[in-house]
């Protein structure tokens, strides 16, 4: 899919959603009562705004807030005659977020209104059954803070399959990493939305008084997300390091790491790997060459294939850096897969089996300090011949899943730049 393509794709996803938004809004404004008082809706709408601003990056392109607590606590608070205008009036306001309009653009924040105001209402709706529909009384509190753990379970559902159809638009095939802990993250979500619709008990049972402890826990629940965004990037980061350190140790290798995790990633999603076994993958093929820190230079400079005897020592070397990383618990899992590709097919882990196939596809289609790279249909051959060490199955979804990226790699192969064009061809013919 083109860029324009893209463009038309998420240009009417946008407008469709805004519509959607739209209609929601115009039965909202017929069916319930404009919340009151103006001034605490007001107050409710900044810290939503605020916290929506905020929001943090768990995965790639994923980012979330502490938003949903504030909605359900002001739904609780309006109560039935103006729950769910109140909600979604505040999601309304909450679409342009600074960067889009640094940035200039319209499709996000249009296609933010029709998801906010969708997934709001809903989670709103499911909510209204267990608000009181007299004043609060203290039997109320279980059913209501029951009520909306449920509530925040649907909101969060909607919520992120409408994130995912647009980020997914926006961002296919490669340029998009599987989302993962997602079971973690929604149930932090709807912890949070359940101890909103507390919180708005609190304000119904002792009034005002209540709004300086609501706001103190609104920060508290951010700061979770945001330590957890912070933590997930200094991992990125110390991943990133170690490539880099490698890749100016050995220039011959430079782009190899993130090669070969692409290679994985794309085999690893045809065999339907699950997207924590994605993330584990990944990790381990950004860090398979770490250990090369260790190795003596001359043993990774070396101008020819290394003997039997430096490859036991490089070996050595490398397993030294391995065994520190595996005491850091996020890559731990990563340098388990690392080790355990030991060229038994039967007994090793398929993680392990996708990561020595893709490293050796890679190594065979580029150029080292000692040989030439090969072609693309002789690597396939190699592959094919040494199915016994990564087992048939990864294999053949390596091979199908390069055929079908239509990228050609190693050195010119007009029989795979044929094949490749004929694939192209017959998608372009099926529409």
């Known amino acids: 899919m083109n860029t324009q393509q893209i463009d038309r794709r998420t240009a009417i996803l946008a407008v469709a959603s805004a519509c959607l938004g739209m209609v929601v809004m115009v039965v909202l404004f017929v069916v319930q009562s404009d919340p009151s008082p103006l001034w605490l809706w007001a107050i409710f709408a900044v810290v939503f705004v605020a916290l929506e601003f905020s ?5 790639d392109r994923l980012f979330v807030s502490s938003s949903i607590m504030v909605a359900f606590t002001a739904a609780v608070v309006f109560g039935r005659s103006s729950a769910i205008l109140a909600v979604s009036l505040m999601a309304a306001v909450a679409v342009f977020h600074p960067e889009d309009l640094r940035a200039k653009r319209w499709r996000q924040p249009v296609y933010n209104f029709g998801q906010l105001v969708l997934s709001t209402a809903i989670g709103a709706l499911v909510l209204f059954p267990f608000l009181p529909e007299g004043p609060l009384v203290v039997e109320d509190v279980p059913k209501l803070v029951g009520g909306a753990a449920l509530a925040s379970v649907v909101y969060n559902w909607v919520n992120f399959r409408l994130v995912a159809l647009f980020v997914n638009s926006a961002y296919p095939g490669t340029e998009l990493l599987p989302w993962s802990r997602m079971v ?13 619709a507390l919180l708005g008990a609190a304000y ?20 979770g997300f945001a330590t957890y965004s912070r933590m997930r990037q200094a991992y990125e980061d110390t991943v990133r390091g170690f490539v880099k350190a490698v890749e100016a140790l ?3 290798t430079k782009g190899h790491t993130e090669r070969v995790a692409q290679f994985c990633r794309m085999t690893g999603e045809r065999l339907g790997l699950d997207a924590e076994a994605l993330e584990v993958l990944r990790w381990a093929a950004l860090i398979h060459d770490v250990g090369k820190l260790a190795a003596p230079a ?3 400079g070396k101008d020819g294939p290394l003997s039997e005897r430096e490859n036991a020592r490089l070996g050595r070397q490398m397993r030294v850096v391995e065994e520190l990383l595996s005491r850091v618990d996020f890559l731990a899992p990563a340098v388990e897969a690392i080790t355990t590709d030991d060229g038994a097919a039967d007994s090793a882990p398929v993680i392990g089996r996708v990561l020595g196939a893709a490293d050796a596809f890679d190594a065979m289609t580029t150029t080292r300090s000692y040989r030439s790279a090969i072609t693309q249909a002789a690597a396939f051959y190699h592959l094919r011949a040494d199915a016994d060490r990564h087992g048939s199955d990864v294999t053949e979804a390596l091979i199908e899943a390069i055929i079908d990226s239509g990228v050609v790699y190693g050195s010119p192969d007009e029989q795979a730049s044929a094949e490749v064009e004929r694939l192209v061809q017959d998608r372009i013919r099926r529409g």
């Open 55 to 59: 929001s943090v990056e768990v995965n």
């Open 204 to 223: 119904l049972m002792v009034g005002p008084v209540a709004l300086p402890l609501m706001f103190a826990t609104f920060l508290v629940g951010h700061s």
């Open 298 to 300: 001359e043993l990774i």
């Open 184 to 196: 973690v993250n929604h149930v932090a979500l709807a912890g949070l939305g359940a101890y909103g």
């Open 250 to 252: 050995d220039p011959y």
